[in-house]
């Protein structure tokens, strides 16, 4: 029987990764069964030192490749990606524990980036606009900011990664890498491929660095002045800590934090939609998505009905091992994700609360050392700190409302602001949820769960989700600097706003 250090071993080869670890002062583990699988060589201090001097270095010539021809190499990442897709989403539903279509899904995502932003070395387009002064020509031009440090979560070790990097790169900007230290196999992989790629299109290894470890060699990334740009995606606390770090040498930040995301489901909703929506945007990946549904806010006209189905489709969801391909939720990350959900669920019944179905723990093949859980559902009488707050688990507080206005209030009246969504059939509700007095997320559907974004728009969120956007539109403009020029080709030297000088 072919063994998850096997499984992980063989993957690793398939993607170019190296095997061979001569320190192996860092564990890679499993959420599946708790085991520990390859111990891999953390990044020292002196060596994030180096990979951040090595690529400030690359990039004085990177940025000077013409932008199609950056584009290339993220276009043979893309090709690699799909030859290899398989073998990635193997790392990632090792390391984070998802089902194999989710983990397929999150190498998916890394192709449609990498499409997307091989069109987009084609399209850094800057304006030209009208002077007032004859025989004068006024534009924009955007240029590279230079190196951009990527910090990453677990709960999407590659996918997140990519949005930035396939970006950054075309943008002519170089990348260091801090991966989550709970998914560092997935890391191995997804940068062994790159670095093929890089190889295929004969340009410089150095413009994309990868460093591994725990909280500190990302703060090397946050605190070093040649890192013009830090994207980190994480909680809200982590965020508090590296904007003030960044803005205080004046780098730039990006920053995807905590998200208490909630669907409102009005009178005139389908319900058999709204079902599905919730039930996969609720309890997928185990409740440890950003985007996750973690509030229901229900018409009171309708609350019986769709709570009722809701814990009948609770009762058949199917708890697991997700390399079994009948699993539909599989382990949290550890044990500390665990004890937050029972404390949470613990507060939440103390603020008057009653736990629907679910919370309670869930024992693979007699194993303790991994932590599944059932997703749970828990009825709120009203607004409360527990429902305010993010627990990255699967608990869906379900409110109820009179009018619309009321759970427009109640939708908003959470510190965070990343994803949202309305079920109803009512379009004047629709539009309203998609005014600016409506939905204060940055993300807000129609008549769909609040997860599963798609790589075309810009992703992010407002308040305490950080305010940053990745991926898709315009969010290529993040990874570099505006530059304003006036270009005077008549044969006098007139003064702006008509001054008089000399």
Known sequence: MTTLHDMATAALAACGATTEFTRGDLLSRTPLTGENLLAVDA????????????????FRR????????RGAVVKRWGELLREHKRDLATLVQIEAGKSMSEAEGEVQEMIDICDF????????????????????RLMETWHPVGVVGVISAFNFPVAVYSWNTAIALVCGNTVVWKPSEMCVLSALGAHGLLRRAVLDCDQDPEIHQLVLGAAERGEQLVDDPRVA??????????????????AARFGRYLLELGGNNAGIVTPSARLDLALRGIVFAAAGTAGQRCTTMRRLIVH???AEELIGTIVEAYRSLTIGDPRDESVLVGPL????AMTAMQDALRQAEAEGGEILIGGERVLVDAN??????EP?????????????????????YVLTYTDFEEALEMHNAVPQGLSSAIFTQDQAEAELFLSAGGSDCGIANVNIGTSGAEIGGAFGGEKDTGGGRESGSDAWKAYMRRATNTVNYGGELPLAQGVKFL
């Open 117 to 136: 932003a091989v069109g987009q070395s084609r399209m850094l387009y800057g304006k030209t606009m009208p002077s007032e002064r004859p025989g004068h």
């Open 43 to 58: 990044s020292t201090q002196e060596e994030t030192e180096a990979a951040i001097a090595h690529a400030a270095k690359a």
């Open 300 to 302: 009171e006209s309708v």
């Open 229 to 246: 740009l830090v994207s980190a995606t994480g909680s809200t606390r982590m965020g508090r800590e590296v904007a003030p770090r960044v």
């Open 368 to 373: 303790e050392q991994s932590f599944y859980v």
């Open 333 to 336: 990350i550890n044990e500390a």
């Open 62 to 69: 990177w940025r000077e490749v013409p932008a199609p021809a």
């Open 376 to 396: 749970a559902v828990v009825r709120m009488p009203a607004q409360s700190e527990v429902v305010r707050t993010e627990t990255f688990a699967p608990i869906l």
